[in-house]
């Protein structure tokens, strides 16, 4: 089955530094890869997907980006503040016959420091 | 809309006890999934409904059971609780018949067993 790997388990950044947070997955089935953020005591929220046939997707201060050939995928956040410090889970998903088999990274605790 | 709802918030329960998780959303998702949270070893999958009527086991399904009511609720029952089950419990759903969607997740169930 399909092994996702996620590093690093934490990462504490200055504020107003960029993070970046890396994932390898190993099935080339894969094909749809979202990130969750997890504030403390709360639910995971999804803040940002790519499919496959896009290997950069941008949103204000955050960016994934994905090399099929390498299977990774990375997180980046630019000009970090103190409201993104949180966990941050990878996950890769396969869709087959009308359901999607979706499997996490362990997690990235990020802490900015102000 | 209220999304992805989950009762109770709170429980803890004596060792040998039964109790139910409840999961509802009111998005038409036709997947919806059972999660439990344990620190440091990210999201494992008890057990998915890819689809009203269908139910599968995930990664960590012994000592629970599933049942799909209808489309919108999913419940998880613990029949004789165990000290090992004490974790955080997500629900969660999603659209998988039309592709691969980012998960909604319920705000969780924090369990403990004594």
Redesign the interface.
């Known amino acids: 089955g399909e092994n996702v790997e996620q590093h690093p388990s934490t990462l504490s950044v200055q504020e107003g530094d960029s993070a970046v947070i890396k994932c390898t997955y190993s099935d080339s089935a894969s ?2 890869f ?1 990130w ?1 953020k997890q504030e403390l005591g ?5 803040i940002i ?1 790519i ?1 496959s046939n896009v290997g950069e997707k941008k949103d204000q201060r955050i960016a994934v980006t994905l090399n099929k050939t390498a299977k990774h995928f990375s997180l980046h956040i630019t000009e970090t503040q103190p409201e993104d410090s949180a966990v941050y ?1 990878c996950a890769a ?1 396969i ?1 087959s ?4 088999k ?1 499997t ?4 990235t605790k990020l802490q900015v420091i102000p | 809309n209220a999304g992805v709802t989950q009762t109770p918030k709170f429980q803890v329960l004596k060792t040998g006890q039964s109790m139910t998780l409840q999961c509802a959303q009111d998005m038409n998702h036709n997947s919806m999934y059972w999660y439990r949270q344990d620190p440091g070893m990210g999201l494992r999958l008890i057990y998915y409904s890819a689809s009203e009527g269908t139910t599968d086991k995930g990664e960590v399904p012994n000592g629970y059971n599933v049942s799909r009511l209808n489309k919108r609720e999913f419940s998880l029952r613990l029949e004789s609780a165990a000290p090992s089950q004490t974790s955080v419990y997500f629900c969660a759903s999603t659209q998988s018949d039309l592709g691969n969607y980012g998960y909604t997740f319920g705000s969780g169930t924090r369990l403990t067993v004594v």
């Open positions: 094909n749809y979202p969750y709360k639910r995971p929220q999804l997907d499919r889970f998903s869709h016959g009308g359901y999607q979706v996490f990274g362990t997690g």
